[in-house]
């Protein structure tokens, strides 16, 4: 009977999180990054929870405590229903107009700045301290099938199959992604391609020219990250591997690739040269202030959040390590614990961590790690976070179950709560926030 009730819950959350009408996937970075600058803004939303439907609550504690096989195998047969989109809802579609998701989520009013390009947890924190909208050049769709992860023929198939359904000449480009590595249950289940801006979107025009105060200030957070793409069709190309301790040419060499790679800005990190040109001639246009925020990586863009928020008078002593979509933006604004994000929990991203820690030294570190079913080999486990941190002299507060980590489907539940009472414990008069003004002169 048990069972059952498992088996009905996991419907339920599978209708639950289907969508007639395409919109970018809500687990993913970009879409999690406007979530999360939205909601510091005062714009309603859910955290941690938003691609996480309240009535799996009570689910996924349950499925904690089942065996290790059996709760994996009810999450992977939960995620045919419910990750991405069915074949048919790719009939026709308006890349472009995908663009306004964004822009919808933002409070009605005006800003002193607006903050285009790299969707990263840096720059979403970042943002938020900074008061301004997030507007990122990219979203993620997913076209759904059932093949082997590491059979690369099939996944571009489902993937062509979905972008045929394009308006042409939309001013985007698609970049499908495959990462067999960090994504192995996701490839398992849908095609993930992301829909990239080739240049300044009208959605971001017409939100700006409403939402920008005269005189205001565009800010750009151009990260120039880059990885070989294989080129398909016109406008289509085909990314193998993603950031991670694995190098490029380690996943070329697993994975053969279907042509000869280009070098190109990463699929979700980098920002289009054509978006950066569009939205300084724009600016220029309308008398609005420019400012570029140039990032090698997105790592990059984490160091500079930190260094804002210090700057803006954060809480001495402490630090909340969160990664990739595992944050809170509003948490940091209303507490002033200052951020070091994690683009991933792994090893190269670890190792970015310990170097900033070395030098800043904070009594205690709250540790918010992005759960894995997939378990990738650079995934860095909680011992050895302990330790490294221990080390350093560095206290560890966890707002996840270590004992459960990777896997912990309720991981996202838990630190939600633990937020919730951290929140109320430390919460300013006043959030924290700093003037775009100030940003040239940090270090």
Known sequence: MRLVKVFAVITAVSVASSSADLEPLVFDSAARAVGEVARSLGAPGRGLLEPYPEVARPFLWLMRYLPRRWRLALIRWGMSFS????APAFGSWNPAGIFSFYTERYPKRTYDAIVLGDPSGGTAHLAALLGAPLLPPC??????HRIDPDDMDPYISTALK????????EGV???VHYDPVHDRDLVARAALFRVRATGLPAAYREFIL????????????EDSYSWPQIPLAEGIWLQIGGLGALSPEGYLGRYPPPGEPVWRRESEWGTPEGFIEEAEDFASEHGFRFLKLSFPHPDRSSLLAYRAYRAA????GMVILDCFTTMDAKFCKETGIAPLHLVFNTRDSFEFALEILEDERPGEALLL???SYAAPEDLVLPDEWERALGELGIAVRWLIDPRAFPDDPYLPFLAS?????LSREYRLPEPLGLPVGELPGLP
């Open 139 to 144: 979203y993620l769709l997913g076209a759904r």
């Open 173 to 175: 480009e698609v970049i």
């Open 83 to 86: 990750l991405g989109y069915p």
């Open 210 to 221: 409403g939402r920008l105060r005269p005189g205001g200030t565009i800010v750009v957070a």
């Open 369 to 371: 790690l992005h759960p």
């Open 417 to 421: 709560r633990k937020l919730e009472e």
């Open 162 to 169: 979905a972008i045929a359904g394009i308006r042409k000449g």
């Open 313 to 316: 008078g954060a809480r001495e």
